[in-house]
């Protein structure tokens, strides 16, 4: 029960990482608000998951500043404060060379990652400056450290994400705050599932092409699993993580050693 007591706000919470950390923190003690953009899948995942009045659910577009916002302003209302957020939600979008990228597709990847993951924090940093306490866990990407032909608005998105980590986490050091990024390798989610083929399509590969390439990229030679990045989100979140704060750390089998 490391979280007992604590509320974490995840955004991105109904598949994939997000739910897995839900689930780990939930499990730990905490109670647990989820924002995503289906409704009915929302209900569903409550109704899974089983955890009464200690989880929450709102639906909203990260896209918008307005459910950013109200998602995090609900979580105070119901809970009481946000003790932890986690910065989940984010994407590729549309892969191209950059020559060919329109002005939307990079747009969206900007307001998708970055924007989400600046109107969340700027909104639940005021709880925790308030109480002197918190954690914020941006989930980032290998790609926040490297690079990939077509991935250009992605790899932007992403190294800005973990720019906006180390510099946030030498704003509210002092106050009892700490702010990482965990970088990812390759997870099969339910969204890299369901969207990867055209992702593949999209670097001139099928999709079992690519799986194959990010495992060979890595020291296990495997892609990782939901429960490894949500282990690491639990140490960041948890008291024995609290000398942790602007590290970018990767949960990608060895991809980025650094």
Same mark, same amino acid.
């Not at 990847?109 to 005021?126: E, H």
């Not at 990024?181 to 079992?208: E, H, K, N, R």
């Given at each position: ?16 990482? #997000? ?7 939930? @499990?730990?003690?905490?109670?647990? @608000? ?16 089983? @955890?009464?009045?200690?989880? +929450?659910?709102? @639906? #909203? ?8 916002? #109200? ?33 939307? &597709? ?19 940093? *005021? ?5 002197? &306490? ?6 980032? &990407?290998?790609? $926040? ?12 998105? *992403? ?8 510099? =946030?986490?030498?704003? =509210?050091?002092?106050? $009892?705050?700490? =702010? ?24 001139? +590969? ?6 194959? +390439? ?28 609290? $000398?942790?704060? #602007?590290?970018?750390?990767? =949960?990608?089998? $060895?991809?980025?050693?650094?």
């Amino acid at each position: 029960m490391q979280l007992k007591g604590k509320t974490a706000a995840i955004t991105g919470g109904t598949a994939g990482i #997000g739910r897995g950390i839900a689930e780990l923190f939930l @499990a730990e003690g905490a109670n647990v @608000a989820l924002m995503a953009r289906n409704p009915n899948k929302g209900a569903k995942v409550l109704e899974e998951i089983d @955890a009464g009045d200690r989880a +929450m659910f709102v @639906a #909203g577009d990260v896209m918008d500043q307005q459910s950013v916002e #109200g998602f995090i302003d609900q979580t105070v209302d119901q809970f009481g404060t946000v003790d932890i957020l986690v910065n989940n939600a984010g994407g590729a979008g549309d892969l191209a060379p950059l020559a060919d990228l329109s002005d939307e &597709s990079f747009d969206q990847a900007m307001k998708w990652n970055i924007y989400a993951t600046f109107w969340a924090t700027r909104r639940a940093l *005021k709880p925790m400056l308030e109480q002197q &306490s918190g954690r914020v866990i941006n989930i980032s &990407s290998t790609e $926040g450290k490297m690079g990939k032909p077509t991935f250009a608005p992605y790899t932007i998105a *992403k190294h800005g994400i973990n720019g906006m980590t180390k510099s =946030v986490a030498q704003e =509210v050091g002092t106050q $009892g705050i700490t =702010v990482n990024a965990i970088c990812p390798g390759l997870v099969l989610t339910d969204l890299i599932m369901d969207s990867g083929p055209a992702t593949a399509a999209g670097m001139g +590969m099928t999709f079992d092409e690519m799986i194959d +390439m990010f495992s060979q990229e890595s020291a296990l030679k495997r892609p990782n699993t939901v429960e490894e990045v949500a282990a690491m989100a639990l140490l960041l979140a948890s008291d024995a993580g609290a $000398g942790i704060t #602007g590290a970018l750390l990767s =949960v990608d089998g $060895g991809t980025a050693q650094y």
